[in-house]
Nanobody, 127 residues
């Protein structure tokens, strides 16, 4: 079992920057992917960025590519999302997610159905 807790959300002006953190505990050594998703009111949850925790390979949604950066520590205890050049359309609740397994590989790492562990979310508001 993996527990995830997000932090770092807040309000920022358009064009500004914000950093999110996700603290992971439990069976983190067996994690395969970790990712950030976001959901705005009335909209579907969408994948923002994902990282293969074994290789460090990252994948980004087209809407955030070049502006956001996902990273993790070597112990896989903390996941970060650094957000630059923020836009009002980035406003959403941001969630940390994880999946574990020995040989888990995703063709589409940003699919919400890949993940079975979720944090409580942290709100990001861009005005």
């Amino acid at each position: 079992h993996v527990q995830l807790v997000e932090s770092g959300g807040g309000s920022v002006q358009a064009g500004g920057s914000l950093g999110l953190s996700c603290a992971a505990s439990g069976d983190t050594d067996s994690s395969a992917y970790m990712a950030w998703f976001r959901q705005a009111p009335g909209k579907e949850r969408e994948g923002v960025a994902a990282i293969d925790t074994r290789t460090g390979t990252t994948v980004y949604a087209d809407s955030v590519k070049g502006r956001f950066t996902i990273s993790q520590d070597n112990a896989k205890k903390t996941l970060w999302l650094h957000m630059n050049s923020l836009k009002p359309e980035d406003t959403a609740m941001y969630y940390c997610a994880a999946v574990v397994g020995h040989s888990v590989y995703f063709y589409r790492p940003l699919s919400v159905n890949n993940y079975n562990y979720w944090g409580q979310g942290t709100q990001v508001t861009v005005s």
